[in-house]
């Protein structure tokens, strides 16, 4: 798996305008991600963003970066190849607070459902429920319940059903 990210060497296809930063508490910063898939042949390539940081008492985040190269199978608008297999990406950043995205890759048209679920199998949350076609997407949870109030701190399944297909991801709620 390609890595870039804060100390780590970034990888040929994908690259941030900043390697290494110092961000003073309450600061922020921009970085801009760059992706340059002129070189690569088709295929499917994986990387990860990860941001560290110095203090003991929180977790680095780890973004996943998935790069699908297709060559057009026609012109006209014809649609270009089916981008990867069914997937469900693990959550960042995880552990959270507040909200956190859940990417996913759907390899044909479906019927999608993504619902967060508690470990005693409770809808804790409908996050989507619709028909989506092949492609990359992305889902966010609020942490919050059906009834819009903040889920407790804990572990919860993410759990995305397309047609006759069921991917779950744990993820962790700390509030």
Not at 73 to 83: F, M, R, S, V, Y
Request: aromatic share 8%; net charge negative.
């Amino acid at each position: 798996m390609d890595r870039a990210g804060f100390g780590a060497a970034p990888a040929q296809w994908l690259t941030l305008s900043n390697s290494v930063a110092v961000i003073p508490p309450s600061g922020s910063a921009d970085i801009v991600l760059a992706v340059d898939a002129a070189s690569l042949p088709e295929g499917s390539y994986e990387g990860i963003i990860q941001i560290d940081t110095n203090d003991s008492t929180l977790a680095g985040i780890t973004i996943p970066v998935h790069l699908q190269v297709n060559q057009s199978t026609g012109t006209g608008g014809e649609h270009a190849k089916i981008p990867g297999q069914f997937t469900l990406y693990q959550n960042y950043p995880n552990p959270f607070n507040g909200s956190t995205v859940i990417p996913y890759v759907l390899s044909g048209p479906s019927r999608v459902k993504i619902t967060v679920i508690d470990p005693l199998g409770r809808v804790v949350s409908d996050l989507y429920s619709g028909y989506q076609e092949s492609g990359y997407y992305q889902a966010t949870w609020d942490g919050k319940d059906r009834t819009g109030l903040d889920a407790v701190s804990g572990i919860y399944f993410i759990q995305l059903q397309a047609g006759n297909r069921t991917l779950t991801k744990k993820c962790l709620l700390i509030r």
